[in-house]
């Protein structure tokens, strides 16, 4: 039965709830294979074997939000609050262009506060200049009002990560306090689309309570939403938030929660063939070559941290977050390596935007 779903879902990217939740529930090491092997040929196949590099620059863990998974929340007293001086940000950011990528993340805990969001634009800004316009930009800032969007998109950014952490409303609701909104996260995706931006959404995998039914619906929202690009990773606990209460029910295993990660990848890759899927730090989390096994089960997208070592301590909004003593350059030549190690090709100078972005630029220019 497995050989037959696999091969109608290679062929038509069409895969029924129920479907999903079969996959999801393997848990044969050879079954696993064959579903990973089948997402890769479907990436080799429709956006190829290059690893798209993104700088990604954690510049402050100040946050107005209170999620009760993240260890930044908030109200989390035991952090040290820090946000990096503008022109460490900026910085950061022309060292990924030195550096050869084609793109760098900013990314922060959410403030939507006017000198935050005029720093930002200055920053983009600036960052443009510097790179003579070359170097992408995407934000992952949360939720911001469609001027602030405009703004950013105006100044420079043009590729958005908003993530909606689960796609499931109750769920959403027993994760964060009640003035935090699902319903204003979606209307963000829809402001952030109109604005022009590439836009990128996500879930957490493994979440206290998540059921496979609700992951199925992820990545069946994903693909209504006909976004541009994923970066979802499995959900790791931190002592000093309020889900930590969950630990002893719900914590899954180191192994089977990277599995389900990478099941969520392979998933998404054939479901949706053609756009950016980012093997993301926390599966790292989970095992030193983590986001290698991410690339191999569909992903096409790797970020390097290239935040000053300094900082990068007080940026977990999870446990046991690799790389907290490297530096900018071990980073790159650390993933290049063992990018190149499992036969992928780092991708650098390019933006390396998702075919479907470009797909459904056309469509919409037919339309109009
Ligand atoms: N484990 C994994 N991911 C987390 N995030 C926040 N807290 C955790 C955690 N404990 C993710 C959220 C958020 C992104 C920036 O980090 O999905 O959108
Ligand atoms: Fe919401 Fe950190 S407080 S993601």
């Given at each position: 039965m497995l050989d037959q779903i696999l091969k109608k879902s290679e062929l038509t990217g069409d895969l029924t709830t129920e479907e999903i939740i079969t996959l999801l529930e393997l848990d044969d090491p050879e079954d696993l294979k064959r579903l990973y092997e089948c997402a890769y040929q479907v990436k080799l196949q429709h956006v190829g074997r290059t690893a798209w590099f993104r700088g990604l620059v954690e510049f402050s863990n100040i946050c107005s939000k209170d999620c009760y998974y993240c260890g930044i929340r908030r109200s989390n007293k035991e952090v040290q609050r820090f946000t990096l001086p503008e022109q460490n940000i900026i910085d950061s950011a022309v060292w990924s262009w030195n550096a050869g990528y084609g793109s760098a993340v900013l990314q922060s805990g959410e403030r939507s506060d006017p000198e935050f969001v005029d720093m930002i634009e200055r920053v983009l800004i600036e960052i443009k200049q510097k790179t003579n316009n070359e170097l992408g930009i995407t934000l992952c800032l949360g939720e911001q009002s469609e001027e602030t969007y405009r703004r950013w998109f105006n100044a420079g950014a043009h590729r958005y990560l908003l993530r909606?952490?689960?796609?499931n409303p109750e769920l959403y609701k027993k994760l964060h306090?009640?003035?935090?909104s699902y319903s204003r996260r979606i209307e963000c995706l829809d402001l952030l689309r109109r604005t022009g931006y590439q836009v990128g959404t996500g879930v957490m995998i493994g979440l206290p309570m998540q059921t496979n039914a609700d992951l199925a619906g992820d990545l069946m929202f994903f693909k209504r939403q006909d976004i541009d690009m994923i970066g979802m990773g499995p959900y790791l606990f931190h002592s000093?938030?309020?889900?930590?209460?969950y630990r002893k029910e719900w914590e899954i295993p180191r192994e089977r929660l990277l599995s389900l990660g990478l099941k969520m990848i392979a998933l998404a890759r054939i479901m949706m063939r053609d756009i950016n899927i980012a093997a993301t730090t926390a599966l790292q989390a989970l095992a030193g070559d983590g986001r290698e096994q991410g690339l191999l089960a569909g992903a096409n997208v790797i970020m390097p941290n290239t935040t000053d070592?300094?900082?990068?301590?007080?940026?977990?909004?999870?446990?046991?977050?690799?790389?907290?003593?490297?530096n900018a350059s071990m980073c790159r030549n650390c993933l290049s390596r063992r990018i190149e190690r499992i036969g992928e090709t780092p991708g650098f100078k390019e933006w390396g935007d998702s075919p479907h972005f470009a797909a459904r630029q056309k469509t919409t220019q037919i339309i109009k």
């Amino acid at each position: 039965m497995l050989d037959q779903i696999l091969k109608k879902s290679e062929l038509t990217g069409d895969l029924t709830t129920e479907e999903i939740i079969t996959l999801l529930e393997l848990d044969d090491p050879e079954d696993l294979k064959r579903l990973y092997e089948c997402a890769y040929q479907v990436k080799l196949q429709h956006v190829g074997r290059t690893a798209w590099f993104r700088g990604l620059v954690e510049f402050s863990n100040i946050c107005s939000k209170d999620c009760y998974y993240c260890g930044i929340r908030r109200s989390n007293k035991e952090v040290q609050r820090f946000t990096l001086p503008e022109q460490n940000i900026i910085d950061s950011a022309v060292w990924s262009w030195n550096a050869g990528y084609g793109s760098a993340v900013l990314q922060s805990g959410e403030r939507s506060d006017p000198e935050f969001v005029d720093m930002i634009e200055r920053v983009l800004i600036e960052i443009k200049q510097k790179t003579n316009n070359e170097l992408g930009i995407t934000l992952c800032l949360g939720e911001q009002s469609e001027e602030t969007y405009r703004r950013w998109f105006n100044a420079g950014a043009h590729r958005y990560l908003l993530r909606i952490e689960t796609s499931n409303p109750e769920l959403y609701k027993k994760l964060h306090p009640d003035d935090h909104s699902y319903s204003r996260r979606i209307e963000c995706l829809d402001l952030l689309r109109r604005t022009g931006y590439q836009v990128g959404t996500g879930v957490m995998i493994g979440l206290p309570m998540q059921t496979n039914a609700d992951l199925a619906g992820d990545l069946m929202f994903f693909k209504r939403q006909d976004i541009d690009m994923i970066g979802m990773g499995p959900y790791l606990f931190h002592s000093s938030t309020p889900l930590a209460q969950y630990r002893k029910e719900w914590e899954i295993p180191r192994e089977r929660l990277l599995s389900l990660g990478l099941k969520m990848i392979a998933l998404a890759r054939i479901m949706m063939r053609d756009i950016n899927i980012a093997a993301t730090t926390a599966l790292q989390a989970l095992a030193g070559d983590g986001r290698e096994q991410g690339l191999l089960a569909g992903a096409n997208v790797i970020m390097p941290n290239t935040t000053d070592t300094e900082y990068r301590a007080s940026y977990q909004l999870y446990e046991n977050k690799p790389c907290i003593d490297e530096n900018a350059s071990m980073c790159r030549n650390c993933l290049s390596r063992r990018i190149e190690r499992i036969g992928e090709t780092p991708g650098f100078k390019e933006w390396g935007d998702s075919p479907h972005f470009a797909a459904r630029q056309k469509t919409t220019q037919i339309i109009k």
